[in-house]
């Protein structure tokens, strides 16, 4: 099976999953909603694990889960059991009862139904009294119409243009002979620039402010002394060491007004328990949405009180180098 489909944390063996067949029942497409959201759920945490449709041997025989969350802390491994109940009327209290045996069966360290109608009175009291934490998941539907006029402002950032700029000294100059040429793509301490940019967008690792000016970036990897590589005559030679190397990043900011009840695909995830409401957006619940949002100014989002969305688009981070010293070292200039 693909595991690249899965967060697997290291150290963690994964329980025998089962692969399940191209159709996709009713119950099994709402067990995938669920383990989506609690991937959203972990997702910043490399100690965890989820897995979908595990089959763990017991005792008695051999018990399936629906999600597993496995959980590793130093050498201890702690597991959670998830189940996924789509069915069109409150769950009841046999239904707590049949799971509070599977939980002894699997020895699993804590016990999660999520259920997509709600749970009977006796099935949460239940539930409390043997530390089973109960959800509800759905969508914007579930909620009450005052919830469902909460205005939500989205931030489109998109990377916009990108400079380079770098000096080579005089001294160093002097040491290249013939016709240097910076290397196109830019290599800078063995990593090409455009391409890492690109990655730490994508991985939300670079550091940026929520401006529309040029910004000088820093980036992890490139640290002093930077060193680019060269050629000559198409020859690539060797590096040469750079006095002064300055990324620039102009974004775009697009804002965009929007209700929840015009949003297509939102995850409203209920602790019965607690009371609480979280939403979970993903990227497609965004571009799908976008036609119904209406775009509004920076102004406005100032002084907005309500739910900000950030989301990233991706960029080619199309570059302009610029300021080279001395003519015999000539940047290849691309837009």
């Known amino acids: 099976m693909n595991k690249s489909a899965y ?31 609690l991937n959203w759920m972990y997702a910043k945490y490399d100690n965890v694990s989820i897995e979908h449709n595990v089959f763990i041997d017991s005792s008695d025989a051999e018990r399936q889960i629906d999600v597993l969350i496995t959980i590793v802390v130093r050498d201890l491994v702690f597991k959670v059991a998830v189940e996924c109940k789509d069915y069109n009327r409150k769950l009841s209290i046999g239904v707590i009862d049949g799971f509070v045996s599977k939980l002894e069966d699997v020895r699993a360290s804590k016990g999660i139904i999520i259920a997509s109608n709600g749970f009977s009175s006796a099935s949460v009291g239940k539930a409390k009294r043997k530390n089973i934490i109960l959800y ?28 380079f700029e770098f000096t080579v000294s005089k001294q160093v100059a002097m040491t290249m002979k013939g016709k240097a040429i910076i290397t196109d793509p830019l290599i800078v301490n063995g990593y090409n620039v455009s391409e890492l940019l690109k990655s730490s967008w994508e991985n939300q690792r670079l550091k940026y402010h929520l401006t529309n000016d040029f910004q000088i970036l820093t980036v992890p990897e490139l640290t002093s002394p930077y060193r680019a590589r060269y050629s000559v005559d198409d020859d690539i030679r060797d590096e040469v060491e750079l006095d002064k190397f300055v990324i620039r990043l102009k974004l775009k900011i697009n804002y965009y007004t929007i209700f929840l009840k015009e949003l297509i ?29 209406k775009p509004t100014n920076k102004t406005f989002v100032d002084d907005f009180k309500g739910v900000v969305i950030n989301f990233l688009i991706k960029g080619d981070f199309n570059i302009t180098t610029i300021g080279a010293e001395y003519l015999n070292i000539l940047p290849v200039k691309r837009r």
């Open 136 to 163: 509800s998941l759905g969508d914007q539907i579930n909620l009450d119409d005052s919830a469902l006029d909460i205005p939500v402002v989205f931030k489109e950032v998109v990377p916009y243009e990108t400079e």
């Open 7 to 37: 967060k697997v944390a290291k150290g963690i063996k994964p329980e025998k999953v089962i692969e399940k067949p191209s159709s996709v029942s009713k119950g099994t497409k709402f067990e995938k909603a669920v383990e989506k959201v």
């Open 265 to 293: 695909g939102l995850n409203v995830l209920e602790n019965i328990h607690d009371n609480k409401l979280e939403m979970f957006i993903d990227v497609d619940t965004i571009m799908k949405s976008l036609p119904n949002a």
